[in-house]
């Protein structure tokens, strides 16, 4: 067995916001929603990073710049050529002929948009509420209305959509309808507010966890007490895998494999 | 698990011959569970120093034809938290541990083995594979005897646990540097830690693939090298061999218990056969025992 | 062959930068120019000593994952007959031809050398890689630097041929080895030999696979290592180095040039691909060079 | 790609007569007439043996025990293990309907039993000329009986058979029969006479070399001057092939590589 790795060229970089771009490569790979690639230009590190689009003939990814890694992807333009490992990891579920409700936050709406592709694509009626910080954040808008899915947007200084949370408009909607799956991706305290609030309807959230190898040999991105690898099992996780993750919403670890707590989170 | 798979080991008796080897899913006690119940019957932490380390940059690994090459950079949280995952693991189960642990002095070995003889770690492993601490002649430690020694020698003047001695390939004469451990009291031999360095370039971004440039190989091709070690070292030393290098199915493990291993241990494999590795190896191996006619693992012994 | 592949080296413009290594097919005349039919730019001759000899028992090949053991012995039917192959050889074909050689001791090596004067042969390359040949401190002879000094100093001291110094990847240090050999006037490196050496065992017999047990490893799990090492000594020497280990595709002469070699050889690759193997690599080389818009192969250089 | 090395129990032992012996091995092989194994005791050496018989379930090599390494095989028994690699090498050409003659000498024989077999299944119309130094030496007899072809049987001694050569038989026979195609094995000098003695008739011959690696790369089993590896593109050559090589018939390497040159040859 060998690694799948390949250098590609960017066809295209996307401006989503001012602090998000996408890069559009044109290579054929087998994916489905969830699943990640690991992105290097092999100078100034590589990282994980959700598959946004993918069709026959190519496929995309979006980031949020937020550090020095991905500040420096930021400069890269048309041409240039990057190192690209993947696609890993589980791929979210896409049932025949129900009622889905996507639920993103953040950097968690990119791989969302791909999953409501496929859903549309295998008859599905999906709601999807998005949620940012403020309104020169939102991603993604365009992209799910080209699929003809209206997100709900949700900023916390309603200066885009509606003034609130991901988790306030999920709350009205399950009062109006009863979705049949709930899919959610963003920030972890969300996602664990998103499957407290589930009451009982199937769910199914993308994880994020510290990524060395993505080939499940390093442990660095296991999840405790029962080891599960967010690079090999996850990303995508249902109820009951995470419900056996006691560091769920608790802790994560950093580089050195040393727990870091998330705020708010009892420990 | 088959009876055939029992083996004693400095006083335990294993419930298999498999060992989760230093740096293979080892990080948190979770990872240490889960091997355990896939069916290692030995587990190696990650290897620990005093001071945390994040490790080298990414990438840190990559694949070629037979293998592949890492530089993790020893990563991890330090001796306590490192210490913490074991007592977390021992809650729940009992296979023996082995704690790994890596310092640049014999000063530093010997504090690092202080820390585990107040732990629930059963074992002590000191992995002397450490790069870029070279001894007074440029040599590097792992490579020298005199090192090697002195190393050992100093853990077991405080050590409660039995210790590990493991083994770089990266010598000139790897029968001096076991003889050294075994002289200086070390109870068991691990052997190989991954060998070269090399390095893959990437000939489009015209770059090195790893961010450290260089990376230790392992994975199936080192089979035939670590087998050859493990075949020298065994012809000079009574105490036992933990085998490891490019063992991936039962045969394999035979095969490096006929080099002269006592256990073996499964690194890259993990990449290669997946978590289950460990399970079905097992299986494999019961059934080359029974097939050859072997009453038990402990059977098969080195060969001439 | 096509113009790009046309590179320059030690006074000579070769036709490909592709190199039939020491002992691949090289003991008959007719061998040798088969390979420059099929493609190689440069020949090397089987490693040949003063006296014949049979070289080790069978089993002297054996194959696992990525790569393979040998220990063919050094078999060779003696230097004098040797070179009349190159003769023969010349009588047909204009392609240069490097005599490898080997001996015990700078003594031996520089009769050798003499042998080579007289002959057909273009370049002199000595393998010091012989096993079992230890110096005063028990160190083989190839991972001396003041034995790989001695020998080179002694050859140049009489060799009227460029004389290539094949170094062993089995080394504590390759940087060291490398200036020891240009220091001593080498013109060039040829590296790297073959490694280890490992062992196979066959689980059923109970017995090593090849008759001498050992045998040095061999083909694509190589090529880590390989780039590793030339990388290195490629930072500290300015003479040119005929990189090989595990080539078998034009991308991988391209890496191992950006590794720092100026030319590929191929050995184990004639096995996993045939004897065309110099032909579809050197379209390979052909194909990359344009799509990555490279005038010719000279312009690919080693990276930073 | 990977060498196909695998270790065989022998099912049963055969002894053609006091010097020679068949191993059968149930293994299926894929393996035409003229190839050849490198069989190994992983003690006393390894060496190649063309296969005699080879059906969809079991093959056979037939050895004469000559020296060190057959004297050490001639005491295995059934139940003992070998170390074989192979099959390697070239085939001899089947054809279909033609009239075939097969002249074997010594242990040149064993392979053209095995090539008997398929001519005859492919509606060739098969005579066989097996030579031996002496009526205790012959082989194959019954076996080739058994597949319906009765060997004109040649000896030095005339102690079975007509005494005379190969040659002696093979002349007689061209001189009433034109065969479509002629196959020999045996000593080189031989084959080289029924090569000069075949008037235009195709001819495939079994040539034996020394041989150390058996796949191509050492070098040891190359004929001259076209460098012709015995273990790959033969050991079975047409005339054609035969043409190129001025080596043929004249001399051979040994174990170092040296020339060593057939006595009676001109060099
Ligand atoms: C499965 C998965 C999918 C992801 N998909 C996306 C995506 O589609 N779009 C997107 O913008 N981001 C995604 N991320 C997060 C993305 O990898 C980080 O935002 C990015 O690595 C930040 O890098 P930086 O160097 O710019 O920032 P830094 O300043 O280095 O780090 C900022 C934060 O990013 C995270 N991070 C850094 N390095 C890693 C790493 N090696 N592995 C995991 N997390 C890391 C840490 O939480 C860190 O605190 C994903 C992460 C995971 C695990
Ligand atoms: C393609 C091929 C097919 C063969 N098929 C058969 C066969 O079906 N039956 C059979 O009886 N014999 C066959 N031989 C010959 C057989 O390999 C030798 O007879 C055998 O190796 C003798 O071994 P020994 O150690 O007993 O004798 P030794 O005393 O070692 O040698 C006797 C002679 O055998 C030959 N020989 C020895 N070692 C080798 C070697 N490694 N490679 C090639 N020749 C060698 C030499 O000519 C030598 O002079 C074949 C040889 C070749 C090359
Ligand atoms: C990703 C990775 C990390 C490793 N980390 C360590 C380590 O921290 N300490 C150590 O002694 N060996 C470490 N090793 C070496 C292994 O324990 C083992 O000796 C080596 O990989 C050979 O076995 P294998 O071929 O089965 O992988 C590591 C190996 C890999 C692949
Ligand atoms: C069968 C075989 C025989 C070899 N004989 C010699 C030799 O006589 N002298 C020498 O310097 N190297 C010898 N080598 C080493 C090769 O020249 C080469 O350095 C090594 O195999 C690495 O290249 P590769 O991976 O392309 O095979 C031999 C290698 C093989 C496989
Ligand atoms: S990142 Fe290494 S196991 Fe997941
Ligand atoms: S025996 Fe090695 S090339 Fe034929």
Same mark, same amino acid.
């Given at each position: ?11 295209? /970089? ?16 087998? +994916? ?15 990282? *994980? ?11 995309? /990814? ?11 992807? +930021? ?35 990119? *791989? ?38 209206? =997100? ?5 200084? %309603? ?7 991901? @988790? ?10 009863? =979705? ?21 309807? *199937?769910?199914?959230? @993308? ?17 405790? =007490? ?30 050195? %494999? ?5 705020? %708010?989170?009892?420990? | $698990?088959?009876?055939?798979? $029992?083996?004693?080991? !400095? ?13 293979? $899913?080892?990080?948190?006690? &979770? ?10 019957? !030995? ?32 990563? #991890? ?50 992995? !002397? ?53 075994? #002289? ?13 360095? &090399? ?58 218990? $006929? ?46």
């Amino acid at each position: 067995m060998k690694e799948k790795r390949f250098t590609l060229k960017i066809m295209d /970089v996307i401006y989503e916001n001012e602090k998000t771009i996408t890069f559009i490569f044109k290579h054929k790979i087998k +994916s489905g929603p969830g699943q990640f690639i690991m992105l290097s230009d092999l100078e100034n590190g590589e990282k *994980p990073f959700s598959i946004s689009s993918c069709d026959g003939s190519s496929f995309g /990814v979006t980031m949020k710049i937020v550090g020095e890694f991905t500040g420096k992807l +930021s400069a890269l333009k048309p041409g240039d050529m990057v190192s690209i490992r993947g696609p890993y990891g589980s791929t979210f579920t896409i049932p025949e002929g129900k009622r889905c409700l996507i639920t993103g936050g953040g950097c968690g709406v990119p *791989p969302l948009f791909f999953l409501a592709g496929r859903l549309i694509e295998r008859n599905n009626t999906v709601t999807a509420v998005t949620g940012f910080k403020t309104g020169s954040e939102a991603m993604c808008v365009n992209e799910f209305e080209k699929t003809g899915i209206r =997100p709900v947007i949700m900023t916390d200084d %309603g200066s885009l959509g509606a003034r609130g949370t991901v @988790l306030d408009a999920m709350r009205d909607i399950l009062k109006k309808e009863r =979705p049949d799956m709930i899919y959610a991706a963003g920030p972890e305290i969300m996602l664990k507010k998103v499957m407290d609030a589930s009451d009982g309807i *199937p769910c199914e959230i @993308l994880v994020e966890r510290y990524m060395k190898c993505a080939i499940g040999i390093c442990g660095q991105c296991a999840m405790d =007490p029962i080891g599960l690898r967010v690079c090999v099992e996850g990303p995508v996780l249902n109820k009951r895998a995470v419900g056996l993750l006691s560091e769920f919403g608790a802790y994560r670890r950093d580089a050195s %494999g040393a727990k870091e707590f998330f705020c %708010g989170a009892t420990h | $698990m088959s009876k055939k798979l $029992m083996i004693d080991f !400095l006083g335990y008796t294993l419930a298999s011959p498999l060992v989760l080897p230093a740096g293979i $899913m080892g990080i948190s006690s &979770g990872s240490l569970a889960r091997a355990a119940n896939c069916g290692a019957g !030995l587990l190696t932490t990650k290897s620990l120093s005093l001071k945390p380390r994040k490790g080298h940059n990414n990438p840190v690994t990559a694949c070629f034809e037979g293998g592949m090459i890492n530089a993790m950079g020893l990563c #991890n949280p330090g001796i306590k938290e490192g210490l913490e995952e074991v007592r977390d693991f021992k809650k729940r189960i009992e296979s023996p541990v082995i704690a790994s642990v890596f310092g640049t002095s014999p000063e530093e070995f010997y504090e690092l083995a202080s820390y585990v003889n107040k732990s629930k770690a059963d074992f002590i492993e000191l992995n !002397l594979s450490c790069p870029n601490v070279l001894d007074e002649f440029g040599v590097p430690l792992s490579a020298s005897k005199d090192s090697v020694y002195k190393i050992v020698k100093s853990v077991k003047s405080v050590s409660e646990r039995p210790v590990i001695a493991k083994l770089s390939p990266n010598v000139l004469s790897i029968k001096e540097i076991a003889m050294a451990a075994q #002289n200086a009291g070390a109870d068991a031999l691990s052997m190989i830690n991954s060998l070269g360095p &090399g390095m893959l370039i990437d000939i489009k971004l015209k770059r090195p693939v790893l961010a450290n440039k260089f990376g230790g190989v392992s994975g199936p091709c080192l089979k035939p090298v670590a087998q050859k070690l493990i075949y020298e070292a065994s012809s000079c030393v009574k105490i036992p061999i933990i085998g490891m290098g490019g063992v991936i199915s039962g045969k394999d493990v035979i095969e490096i218990k $006929m080099a002269g291993a006592t256990l073996a241990g499964i690194g890259a494999g993990v990449f290669y056969r997946g978590i289950e590795i460990f399970k079905k190896v097992n299986r494999e191996i019961v059934k080359f025992l029974n097939e050859a006619g072997y009453e038990n693992i402990g059977e098969v012994k080195r060969i001439k």
